[in-house]
């Protein structure tokens, strides 16, 4: 069971650029304001930044920029899972030779129905191809997207064949059940639920925090919740960060968050999404205000 503190780590909107690629300058500037604000890293190159609609060769480009413009590596877990499992090798091999803390790493998801043998030896053929004992792997789970599974059984089967190398699992299923199963028989692992709502839940059964998309806009709220827990206060930080994250629930999430982040910095720029994506329609305009407003200043706790 992780010894220490909950932790949040958000995964990162991507910010573009007018000719749709990806702005570097602008993804170093929300890092560094996330971290300022209170997170404790970040899971960059998930499903909140778009990942699947990002190239390899963007992706690495981008941890490149986080890495140079100043963003510790040890706090970055970036997803790179793909259909490919040479796409996935290689951003593995990538991240991990920049010294990132480990890989937030989805099935190949095209194929449904697949069994179970076949996902094991995906995740397989990436770790035995990376080949290295510091290598880092967090299973990401959000089969309702990706419509592959990660099971208990084979968390126990990736466990078994490579204990040193399976460091946790992020549950996106939504399914608080499923979270506290992993947490239960697998305490060797660190496992972080996708909302800041489960935080007192998940830290109570030995769970190892938050990776959630509407940290983009709340980290400060967030962190406050991590270190109020126990705390007279709890409960009235538990209501802000389920309050902020209760707007959002009720949007289109992605570019919500970003619309939401644009206004916040008072930068349009960052409202940019990658089709099939599009813009926020004017009609949520007073939504994404009402999440800002609940936010607040973001300031670090």
């Known amino acids: 069971m992780t010894t220490r503190s909950p932790e949040l780590f958000v995964p990162a909107i991507t910010p573009f ?3 749709g690629a990806v702005d570097h300058r602008r993804l170093v500037a929300h890092a560094h304001g996330l971290l300022a604000a209170g997170a404790h890293g ?3 190159f998930g499903t909140t930044s778009e990942a699947n609609s990002l190239s390899v060769g963007e992706r690495t480009a981008a941890l490149e920029a986080l890495v140079s413009g100043g963003i510790d ?6 997803g790179t899972g ?3 499992v040479a796409d996935t090798v290689a951003l593995s091999s990538h991240t991990h030779g920049l010294g990132c803390r480990g890989v937030l790493m989805l099935p190949p998801f095209y194929y449904k129905g697949v069994p179970e043998d076949g996902v094991f030896a995906a995740f397989a053929q990436v770790i035995e191809a990376v080949a290295s004992p510091t290598f880092r792997v967090y299973l990401y789970h959000i089969p309702q997207m990706s419509g592959v599974p990660i099971t208990l059984s ?3 089967r990736l466990l078994k064949a490579y204990p040193d190398t399976i460091a946790g699992l992020k549950d996106s299923s939504g399914n608080w059940d499923n979270t506290r199963a992993v947490i239960e028989a697998f305490p060797q692992i ?3 639920s996708a909302s ?5 839940q998940n830290a109570a059964a030995g769970g190892a925090g938050c990776i959630s998309a509407s940290a983009n806009v709340n980290p400060a709220g967030i962190r406050r919740l991590i270190e109020g827990l126990g705390t007279p206060q709890e409960a009235a930080l538990l209501d802000q960060v389920s309050a902020v994250r209760k707007v959002f629930e009720g949007l289109p ?3 919500a968050i970003k619309a939401a982040v644009a206004l916040q910095r008072g930068d349009p720029a960052f409202a940019r999404v990658r089709p099939p994506f599009a813009p926020l329609a004017g009609t949520f305009d007073a939504a994404i205000d009402t999440a800002v407003r609940l936010a607040g200043p973001q300031v670090a706790a």
Do not use: H
Request: with cysteine; proline share 14%; hydrophobic share 45%.
């Open 17 to 19: 650029d007018e000719r």
């Open 196 to 200: 800041e709502s489960l935080i007192p």
């Open 190 to 192: 660190d496992t972080y």
């Open 42 to 44: 970040m899971a960059p």
């Open 253 to 255: 999430l992605i570019p």
């Open 154 to 156: 084979l968390i126990e």
């Open 82 to 84: 793909c259909c490919a």
């Open 73 to 78: 590596a040890s706090v970055l877990i970036p």
